[in-house]
């Protein structure tokens, strides 16, 4: 196999203060003054390595997630790789065409259409004119935006937007794909139709590069990860050995507060940001230690730059092999927020009888309005860690895999069941076979 | 030569840039294309009015309105393109952080949104020829002429938005040098006027000899000033250069600081 990508050593340099920004002229000419008399040494200004000395190559057809803690420097890699950005040291060498989605929607201009927009972008992304021609109907088929084609994507919902981008990028011609954390937005059928444009893209013999903070996909559709860790390579191998191993260096729960408030990869409008989470007792002035089957709090803590109406907040939980383990928000609870005021809020989410199994779960935490208008996203922000316990039986023998526990109440009886009453339905047509293992839910003589 | 090849593979991007921002200039408004008509044709006759009729400044035997008409059209395609150009990067930031081509491509489709109003402005200014009887085959110089004067421009645009990107000086600076440079132009007031101690000074301006050849082009007679229009060519030529070499340099901080 040949390699499709070489990074040999590389670094990426950034420097900090006012020389990243605002340069003005006046400061260039009292350098080339200066310059005469004194060297202004590199080390003085503050500097920062997003990358240091990674290396790593990807051989054609391989798929590759990259994972790693915010700030570890994936977007970095991700750009240095694109030619977006050059790194400071060491060098990349790819073989073949480079696409590269790092954001949906790139160069999408609100005040033109649907159509319009897919032929810029797609022109943007380094589509000819004549293949965005032929997949047209394709693009518009899988945004499923056929109707406003000639509306002006002002007009659109996010939801929509968000499609019509994915739509586009899913038909770049290339060699290798490069795929920045997309899939963090949008809802659970977009994902999955964007999953599995992913997984075809790779049967089709591509390179695929991708950063996500969904391990399910990481775990599902790479061949290959690898783990960065303060803009060093960490760990490289087969995904579920990295992924684990990343895993297991989030802090544990035990301690019962998590600062998110220093987190900086997260998205959304910032009208409300999340400071802190907790884990208290029912008591809610104790920390607590959770364990399967306990009824405690989880305590959000909040900071709204402004009054925002109908906030709604969510919780996703996922296991180390990334199964989504649950799912909550405010809005599927019924429980109606009518504004959140500026400042520090605090939200607690009181979770009854929890029927996790002993583990850790990664969790996710976003603030939002409907319509997937997020104001804070944290994806994959803190753990909890859930302890064994005797709440659910004794908690004997117990196998890893399973996810959940309920109370189970087990009876034996001798002789042979009493006959189920079945409605006339099922004997009527007796070819349809009901599927084995299955009861059928009708034959419960409900 | 790797640079010029990938810069034709993005030619069609070149265009799609151009065309966006050609079409929403006029979207929500209610003249729409109107404005590229009105823009000089209110400025001609205002120049028509002003330094014609009230300060009295000789057009050398040229109807005033062509006189400034002529001197207009590429002036206002110059200083459009100036400021589109120089500011493409830093408007395009966005674009920029998150998607690699050719970097040149963005002052190259400013370039060529001013170029519409220019194509208008030139079949006004044809018509007007037509009506004071002055319509000859000198037209067909503008076609050469257009190319120096979009050279130039671009040039130009090209060596500020590298600037730009890390001085935003330049922003601040672009209006007031049009301004001024318009002044140092004969746009107002024939070259024939400067004293001669000066001229060459006005002379080494190449949008000097960019438009006296556009204005000797639309009245038969005049004649042409090739050494000037030449200083113009070389000058062009030194500024393109210098432009395109200090935008590759800049080129790999662009994304770091934009």
Known sequence: ?446 | MDTVREFWDYRELVFFLAWRDIMIRYRQTVLGAMWAILQPLVTMVVFTFLFGAVVKIPTDNIPAPIFYFSALLPWLYFSATMSSASNSLVANGDLIKKVYFPRLVLPASSALVALVDFAIGAVILALMMAYYHVLSFRLLLWFPLALLLWSFSFAVGVLFAAINVKYRDVKHAIPFMIQIWMFLTPVIYPTRLIPPQFAWLIKLNPMTGIIEAFRASAVPGTPFDWGTLGVAAAITAVVLTVGAVYFRHAEDYFTDIV
């Open chain 1, 1 to 446: 196999m040949t390699q499709a990508i070489t990074v040999d050593g590389v670094g990426k340099q950034f420097r900090l203060g006012h020389a990243q920004t605002g340069n003005m002229l006046r400061e260039a000419i009292v350098d080339l003054f200066r310059s005469t008399y004194q060297r202004r040494e590199p080390s003085e200004e503050k500097v920062f390595w997003a990358l240091r000395d990674l290396s790593f190559s990807l051989e054609a057809g391989e798929v590759l997630g990259i994972v790693g803690r915010n700030g570890a420097g994936k977007s970095t890699l991700l750009k240095v790789l694109s030619r977006i950005t050059r790194p400071t040291t060491g060098s990349v060498h790819i073989r073949g065409k480079v696409a590269s989605l790092l954001e949906v929607g790139t160069g999408f201009h609100e005040e033109l259409t649907g159509r319009e927009n897919i032929y810029l972008s797609g022109t943007i992304l380094g589509m000819s004119k004549r293949r965005i021609d032929a997949k047209l109907d394709e693009i518009v088929a899988f945004a499923e935006i056929d109707r406003f084609l000639d509306t002006p994507i002002k007009r659109y919902s996010s939801g929509m937007r968000m499609r019509l981008g994915f739509a586009v990028a899913a038909n770049l011609e290339s060699d290798i794909l490069i795929v920045d954390e997309v899939l963090a937005v949008g809802d659970g059928d977009f994902q999955r139709k964007c999953l599995e444009r992913m997984g075809d893209m790779h049967n089709s013999g591509r390179t695929v590069l991708f950063v996500s903070h969904n391990i399910a996909a990481v775990l599902s559709l790479c061949s290959r990860a690898i783990w960065l860790e303060s803009g060093r390579l960490k760990q490289s191998g087969v995904p579920a050995e990295v992924v684990k191993a990343y895993l297991s260096t989030f802090s544990s729960s035990e301690g019962a507060v998590s600062d998110l408030s220093t987190i900086t990869e997260r998205t959304g409008t910032g009208d409300i940001r999340f400071t802190k989470i907790e884990y208290l007792n029912l008591d809610r002035a104790t920390p607590a230690v959770v364990s399967c089957g306990d009824s405690f709090v989880l305590r959000l803590h909040i900071e709204a730059a402004r009054d925002v109406q109908q906030p709604i907040f969510g919780i996703e939980m996922q296991t180390s092999q990334g199964i989504m383990a649950a799912h909550v928000h405010t809005y599927n609870s019924g429980y109606e927020i009518p504004v959140v005021r500026p400042g520090p809020s605090y939200i607690d989410v009181q979770i009854d009888d929890l029927n996790l199994m002993p583990g850790r779960y990664v969790l996710s935490l976003y603030a939002a309005n409907l319509g997937f208008h997020f104001h804070d996203v944290l994806p994959q922000c803190t753990v909890l860690d859930v302890q064994s316990s005797n709440r659910y039986g004794l908690m004997r023998g117990l196998l890893k895999d399973p996810l959940v526990i309920f109370d189970c109440h087990w009876q034996v009886n001798e002789g042979a069941a009493p006959r189920l009453a079945l409605p006339s339905v099922d004997r009527s047509s007796p070819t349809e076979a009901t599927p084995a293992g299955r009861p059928h839910r009708a034959g419960l003589g409900l």
